[in-house]
T-cell receptor, first 118, second 115 residues
Framework: AQSVAQPEDQVNVAEGNPLTVKCTYS??????LFWYVQYPNRGLQFLLK??????LVKGSYGFEADFNKSHPSFHLKKPSALVSDSALYFC????????????????FGSGTRLQVQP | SAVISQKPSRDICQRGTSLTIQCQVD?????MFWYRQQPGQSLTLIAT?????????ESGFVIDKFPISRPNLTFSTLTVSNMSPEDSSIYLC????????????FGQGTRLTVV
């Protein structure tokens, strides 16, 4: 079974400060990990993904994420937050083993609301 | 990336009626999915829409309540049948290619309110 957890319902950060949005995961096999952002009344927008290779993944809008296999996590980071980054962020996982049983859909975390204060 | 058009964007419906949501993709895609999202909350997978065959439903979702069609590789519909206020939610269409590491793309969603 695959699952992903986002332990923080909300993260508050001042503009210009670094931000981190946490994500931990559990899978049977190798994980494929994704981050999405959702602005009000919009669908989800893809930010970045980890498939293989470097543990530090760089994505859209200056976001990056750290893949950690020993302490299964995929935290989203940005060196300097913008007010426009305020949105709902979702971590998602697709499990290699689950895919072999036919499950191709992503499993999403509960979401973390990021609030960047001016 | 794929561009996904989802219609309607929102609707207010009477209980006991049905609503059909359409999802149109600008390119042929292998995988299509339907999710439900309570406002401000996470996404729950309803089903995988299979081309030319019955959809694969997740636990807690049944075909009689959420019939799905996928006549070709670019189009799918989700019907919410015999609606009750508990069906008020955002319904999202999602697509991806068959590659294991492929990201999914999402439509803008359909905000449904049942009164």
């Amino acid at each position: 079974a695959q699952s992903v957890a986002q332990p923080e319902d909300q993260v508050n950060v001042a503009e210009g400060n670094p931000l981190t949005v946490k994500c931990t995961y559990s899978v049977s096999g190798n994980p494929y990990l994704f981050w999405y952002v959702q602005y009000p009344n919009r669908g989800l927008q893809f930010l970045l993904k980890y498939i293989t290779g470097d543990n530090l993944v760089k994505g859209s809008y200056g976001f990056e994420a750290d893949f950690n296999k020993s302490h299964p996590s995929f935290h989203l980071k940005k060196p300097s937050a913008l007010v426009s980054d305020s949105a709902l962020y979702f971590c998602a996982v697709r499990d290699f083993v689950a895919m072999d049983t036919g499950r191709r859909a992503l499993t999403f975390g509960s979401g973390t609301r990021l609030q960047v204060q001016p | 990336s794929a561009v996904i058009s989802q219609k309607p964007s929102r609707d207010i419906c009477q209980r006991g009626t049905s609503l059909t949501i359409q999802c149109q993709v600008d390119s042929q895609v292998t995988m299509m999915f339907w999710y439900r999202q309570q406002p401000g909350q996470s996404l729950t997978l309803i089903a995988t829409a299979n081309q030319g065959s019955e959809a694969t439903y997740e636990s807690g979702f049944v075909i009689d309540k959420f019939p799905i069609s996928r006549p070709n590789l670019t189009f799918s519909t989700l019907t919410v049948s015999n609606m009750s206020p508990e069906d008020s939610s955002i319904y999202l269409c999602s697509v991806s290619s068959a590659g294991r590491g492929s990201e999914a793309f999402f439509g803008q969603g359909t905000r449904l309110t049942v009164v």
